[in-house]
């Protein structure tokens, strides 16, 4: 196994993945910036190296001063976490260049799948079902249009290089197209790099639903199931469960089927998260390829009982899976609740602070992966994601009263700091939800 992993990312991801190499004997390399020297996963590692400033394209982002990190302190292996880098093909290759096993897919991989009007191709060439749209990069909002006169209305434009719910516009009607598709493009641009966009048939009321899929050097591809992802704000998640409740019959084994089927066109290595929209008949539709470990890979763990994080470093290493298809089994019911430094009654807008306090729930079938302490500085700079409150139960209806309790119980204050954990209680306690009758659309219709 590796003699040390350099973890290439901060906050709950980072302390989630030194975990891991923990408990497989392997010697953990934190990088941080200038705002993160006192971070959770600093004072955990073995060692620990300062890559820039706070601006993330100075540091996380900035290849060469990873790349210096790992070479410096002898890691024979880079995982890359989430965001940031995690999907740069760029720093799969450099890592290759200088000797350093990237844990993630081949960079050729990673392009094809990153791209999302490939991915569509090549899963529509799989078998996966597509919503109607673009195959191909829209060249103009003429074409735009003559495409939404035979989709029809509302329509979605989507950047071909996005990811993490950004670079998306909704458009509900033709006298707005032109001036959305400019929008959209300009934001892929900024954002990405890449002004390329796509457009398929919008569904108003739908539930985000995932796949977990691993794979192995040695052509083993499985699935872990399903994850439902419906309860989000502006495209971004804030609960996610398993398994995904009231399905029809049959459906979440197709999707998994069909995931594993597009992980094998796709010469997939490693962990990876297929996504699909449901309607409220129970059809399916692909959405895109996440090549990373997901925010939400917890919720997997604890229906199955298996650490993804490992898995992945075992696949990075060389070994075969240690699982088969017909060892998977979902038992009970998981709940994760994204506990945000945001502000709900503001829109959620950011909520940064200095931690006063900070509790974490117990009890049984309790979790909460955070890199938060009292006294930690939540800082301005990155992603708000200050914890993930996980819980879990034999069936839905006692998970969701784990869950109340264990919200009720996490104390989270400072000067200025809010989360969206009261708010996460309310959804909670929303019929819609309960019922699990909710729609992508939940948030929005609570705010």
Known sequence: MFDRVLIANRGEIAVRVARA????GIGVVAVYSDVDRDSAVVRMADEAVRIGPAPA???????????EAALRTGADALHPGYGFLSEDPDLARVCHDNGIVFIGPPPEVMERLGDKVSART??????LPLLPGSLE???????AARL???????????????GGGRGMQIVRSEHELARAYRQTRATAQALFGDPRVYAE???????HVEIQILADRHGNVIHLGERDCTVQRRHQKLLEESPAPSLPEGVAREMGERAVAGAMAAGYVGAG?????????????????NTRIQVEHPVTEMVTGVDLVQEQLRVAWGLPLAIKQEDVVLRGACLEARINAEDPARDFAPAPGTLTEFAAPGGPFVRLDTH???GYRIPPTYDSLLAKLLVWAPDREQALARMRRALAELRVAGPGVATTASFLARVIDEPAFRSATHTTSLVQEMT
């Open 372 to 374: 938060a302490y009292p």
């Open 201 to 207: 048939r919008y569904l108003p009321r739908a539930r």
């Open 273 to 289: 998260t297929f996504e699909f929209l449901v309607d409220p008949d129970g059809g399916y539709y692909f959405m895109e390829v």
């Open 148 to 162: 939404a006169r035979r989709t029809g209305y509302p329509l979605i434009l989507k950047a071909a290089a996005g």
């Open 21 to 24: 190499c923990r408990e497989l």
């Open 137 to 143: 990069p829209l060249g103009s909002a003429e074409e």
């Open 122 to 127: 090549l899963m529509t060439e799989a078998g």
């Open 57 to 67: 394209r100075r540091s996380y982002l900035y290849i060469p001063a990873v790349i």
